[in-house]
């Protein structure tokens, strides 16, 4: 969801389809990585899946650079935006995947789809973007819907679902800052700066961590940040291993998609994701929200397309979709 610089004519229906095509399929992906995570979340730290995630992903990581222009695509001014972004976006995914440890999957999807109204308010206060009333009442439609979703103070709260929100958070940062500085960079780089950030900081969690000293398994999302490495079995550690293709797998698509249809087309599609959370959710897991949590996915989903629509219809450029 991040301009670039430069406009598009007119695109042909057919690429259109083709663009739609992959970002469903992007999507689809991606979404296989939330199911490992939440599938090893109960025996696993966060931190090991990352560390093995970002060391699996660099082989295919350097295939996007390469197809992209090569290591001269990396040597560029704006490194420490890269490098900044990169540490937002760590903080949007691992406040995400704390909260598949502990909530039901099509929960947690539903919240995280709230970034489109962070980042109106964002544009707002950090490009100085002018937003009509018909926007503002979305996102205050889609807050109401945040709130129906996390029922603050209620019986059924779980500190957890504070985790989502601060996910839709961090990563509408993070699509501010690619928006206000990162037009001259490629999706590349931003992957393998992003990537780089990655790593480090897994490990820094797994060196203060990793040793089992602050273990604790009094909530689902403690235990899963916590915890101390341990040796997987191997079927495991290929699912481990696998979040990194998956990853480059997903990027590639999403890119692809991006690149050869209309931004304001594509994006809208992203929200196939919330079909595979529920799906996925009660398939494996037997987990389906009751009527209120319908009530506010339906809100939170029809605030956040029409924020986008209506984004759409003054914006024709092409956009780097985020790895």
């Known amino acids: 969801m991040t301009t670039t ?24 992906v991606f979404f296989l990585q939330d199911l490992v995570l939440k599938f090893i979340s109960g025996g696993y730290p966060l931190h090991q899946a990352m560390v093995l995630r970002s060391l699996a992903a660099i082989p295919f990581m350097a295939l996007l650079v390469w197809r992209d222009g090569g290591m001269t695509t990396l040597l560029t001014r704006g490194w420490r935006m890269m490098l900044g972004r ?64 996390v029922r603050p103070g209620g019986a059924l709260f779980d500190w957890a679902a504070v985790l989502p929100v601060s996910s839709a958070l961090f990563y509408a940062w993070g ?80 890119a692809q998609g991006y690149r050869i249809a209309a931004a304001n087309v594509v994006t809208p599609f992203e929200y196939t994701g919330m079909i595979w959370g529920v799906a996925f959710g009660w398939i494996i897991w037997r987990d389906l929200p009751d009527p209120v949590g319908w009530l506010g996915i339906a809100i939170i989903v029809g605030s956040g397309l029409y924020v986008l629509w209506r984004e759409g219809r003054g914006a024709r450029a092409p956009v780097t979709p985020d790895p």
């Not at 937002?88 to 970034?115: D, E, G, N, Q, R």
């Not at 992003?194 to 009094?218: H, I, K, P, R």
């Not at 689902?220 to 550690?237: H, N």
Request: positive net charge; charged residues 10%; aromatic residues 10%.
């Open 5 to 28: 610089t430069g406009a598009r004519g007119p695109l042909p229906g057919q690429e259109n389809v083709k663009g739609i095509l992959c970002v469903v399929a992007g999507v689809a």
């Open 86 to 149: 990169g540490v937002v976006m760590f903080l949007a995914y691992t406040t995400y995947y704390l909260a598949l440890a502990a909530l039901p999957l099509a929960t947690v999807v539903a919240i995280y789809f709230a970034s489109p109204l962070f980042i109106t308010i964002l544009s707002v206060l950090v490009l100085r973007e002018h937003v009509g009333w018909h926007r503002w009442a979305a996102v205050v439609a889609g807050f109401i819907g945040v709130v129906i979703m």
């Open 175 to 254: 699509m501010i800052v690619t928006r206000k500085h990162g037009g001259a960079e490629t999706a590349a780089a931003m992957a393998v700066y992003g990537n780089v950030v990655f790593l480090a900081l897994a490990l820094m969690l797994a060196a203060v961590f990793g040793s089992g000293a602050f273990a604790s398994e009094e909530h689902k999302s403690l235990g899963f940040l916590l915890r101390g490495w341990v040796w997987p079995a191997p079927f495991d550690l290929a699912l481990m291993l696998a979040c990194g293709p998956i990853a480059a797998a997903g990027l590639t698509l999403l």
